[in-house]
């Protein structure tokens, strides 16, 4: 039996920013640097705030200064930053409401935000669109000091909810970590569009089929 559901954010209840909008083209061409060198750095520095080890506006302008373009830094360029983000944020109101849905039907059920992300972006989507409220508890990466798909991240998140893998849904759009969430024993649903979540959630809890909307 289920009783607690693992629930990424980007690509499930949101779209994924870095890989689906152009925001990082708007950074780039703002601050005169590579489209495709700035993608890349971010790429690869992208567990360094996500585990909450440096904060992200830091991270960038790291970046940009790395690109040799235009300087970067100070409240107002960390101000354009956070509205090219909120910008690009799209929520995928069924995902929402498929979860409500679920809360009021399975009230013992714990559920448990498990996404990669920088804390400030995090919280930035929550003060728009109020997905934590969505959660018994909150495992980001940013909480956890740890990333997907590494086994110490399920692990301390386990730890944190007092659950065990057999009684967990994993739901994610990646499927490296998916793998690595079912080769710890946990279950998983593959949300590679974000409507599987609204279509199949209720049913991969131990369920009838849930509705788009309610």
């Known amino acids: 039996m289920i009783r607690t559901l693992f629930v990424d954010a980007g690509g499930v209840l949101y779209n994924n920013i870095n890989e689906e909008t152009d925001f990082l083209v708007r950074v780039a061409d703002r601050y005169g640097v590579d489209r495709t060198e700035l993608a890349r750095r971010v790429e690869e520095a992208a567990p360094s705030y996500e585990d909450g080890g440096t904060h992200v506006h830091r991270v960038f302008e790291r970046i940009v200064a790395a690109g040799r373009g235009r300087p970067c830094g100070g409240p107002a360029d960390r101000s354009w930053l956070d509205r090219a983000y909120t ?67 399920f692990a301390e998140a386990l730890r944190r909810c007092r659950a065990t893998a057999a009684e967990t849904l994993l739901v994610d759009d990646r499927v490296n970590v998916l793998r690595a969430g079912a080769a710890l024993g946990m279950r998983t649903l593959h949300v590679s569009t974000p409507e599987v979540l609204a279509r199949r959630l209720r049913q991969a809890v131990g369920g009838g089929s849930l509705p788009a909307t309610s």
């Open 87 to 153: 910008d690009s944020v799209h929520a995928y109101e069924d995902s929402f409401r498929a979860l409500r849905a679920l809360r009021r039907e399975r009230p013992g059920l714990a559920v448990v935000l498990t996404n990669n992300e920088a804390e400030h972006w995090d919280r930035l989507k929550d003060a728009a669109f109020g997905h934590f409220a969505l959660f018994d508890s909150v495992c980001s990466s940013w909480r956890v000091r740890r990333v997907k798909p590494s086994g110490s991240f």
